[in-house]
């Protein structure tokens, strides 16, 4: 099974900005692909950014060129890089790996994992 760690949610003011990290462990064979979705209150989950295993990105219509994503190097891990921030980007943010991972009985499996979800309130 996969884990992912979320890190750098928090309040910030509009027009600020923010940094989200997401590091996954587990016994991860490959990672298709790992990326943010964000849920705010009575919305449905919907997607921010997505990095493939081939370094393609893909980002949402509404955060086009105000978000980055970037992995970290060595490790199974994406940042967030988000500017110009308004109060309607209030929402949990969460984090998304899918991955092939090897199971007890030495099963491979291939996988779509969730982090906890971090807090993100742009607020004055």
């Known amino acids: 099974q996969v884990l992912l760690v979320e890190s750098g949610g928090g309040l910030v003011k509009p027009g600020g900005s923010l940094t989200l990290s997401c590091t996954a462990s587990g016994n991860i064979l490959s990672m298709v692909a790992m990326g943010w979705y964000r849920q705010a209150p009575g919305k449905q989950r919907e997607l921010v950014a997505t990095l493939a295993s081939d370094g393609t990105p893909n980002y949402a219509d509404s955060q086009k060129g105000r978000v980055t994503i970037s992995r970290e190097l060595g490790k199974h891990a994406v940042d967030l890089r988000m500017n110009s921030l308004r109060p309607e980007d209030t929402a949990v943010y969460y984090c998304?790996?899918?991955?092939?991972?090897?199971?007890?009985?030495?099963?491979?499996?291939?996988?779509?994992?969730w982090g906890q979800g971090t807090q993100v309130t742009v607020s004055s």
């Open positions: 998304n790996a899918e991955g092939t991972t090897v199971q007890d009985m030495g099963r491979i499996t291939i996988g779509d994992y």
